[in-house]
């Protein structure tokens, strides 16, 4: 079955940065069209960007462009987002998502 499996989540201070990411496995990951989506604290799921399935192009929310830097690796069937200048309002936990397949997330504070 499929598997999503998030992680380089942890404690972070503003201004810092994390590199997340989430391994794939039990489909053909160079096929999918990938994306991370977050979920503060009490609040809903929001879009934070989005990668081809050959990596030519990406796409971000409009909170995180400039910050933040999704990629990924088709041979290892890993997606990535490396996250600089991180904001208290950044926390969340960051799932890793394709069609309907959700990973558990990994989650990210961004606290002093």
């Known amino acids: 079955q499929v598997q999503l499996v998030e992680s380089g989540g942890g404690l972070v201070q503003p201004g810092g940065s994390l590199r997340l990411s989430c391994a794939a496995s039990?489909?053909?990951?160079?096929?999918?069209?990938m994306s991370w989506v977050r979920q503060a604290p009490g609040k809903g799921l929001e879009w934070v960007s989005s990668?081809?399935?050959?990596?030519?192009?990406?796409y971000y929310a409009d909170s995180v462009k400039g910050r933040f830097t999704i990629s990924r690796d088709n041979e290892v069937k890993t997606l990535y987002l490396q996250m600089n200048i991180l904001k208290p309002e950044d926390t969340a936990v960051y799932y890793c998502n394709f069609a309907s397949y959700w990973g558990r997330g990994t989650l990210v504070t961004v606290s002093s």
């Open positions: 039990e489909f053909t990951f160079s096929r999918y069209y």
């Open positions: 990668i081809y399935s050959d990596g030519s192009n990406t």
